[in-house]
Nanobody
């Protein structure tokens, strides 16, 4: 059973930084990709960043240049370094995985992912 467990959420002031981690377990596939999504009450889940097995990344325009997604394949851990945080970044952040990988693209689309963590809350105060 694939499990994804996020950590690292919290509260910081505008302009600050946070690093989210996602520990993955329960799979042996070498073909997969992973992503970070966020959601605020009343809105759909927004794709923030995604990374493929070969390290290729995708970012939403709202976070490009401020957030960095990375992975440690040996540790099966996904990271999201978030810098220059803004109040509008406040959301519950979810780690997601597509196992095995799909060749259909759409890496920032929630519908492409078949495993999800429970989320971690990030709150940015002005």
């Amino acid at each position: 059973q694939v499990q994804l467990v996020e950590s690292g959420g919290g509260s910081v002031q505008s302009g600050g930084s946070l690093r989210l981690s996602c520990a993955a377990s329960g799979y042996t596939y070498s073909s997969y990709y992973m992503g970070w999504f966020r959601q605020v009450p009343g809105k759909g889940r927004e794709g923030v960043a995604a990374i493929r097995r070969d390290g290729t990344t995708n970012y939403s325009d709202s976070v490009k240049g401020r957030f960095t997604i990375s992975q440690d394949n040996a540790k099966k851990t996904l990271y999201l370094q978030m810098n220059s945080l803004k109040p509008e970044d406040t959301a519950v952040y979810y780690c997601a995985a597509r196992i095995p990988a799909s060749s259909s693209g759409g890496y920032l689309g929630a519908i492409m992912y078949n495993y999800w963590g429970k989320g971690t809350l990030v709150t940015i105060s002005s």
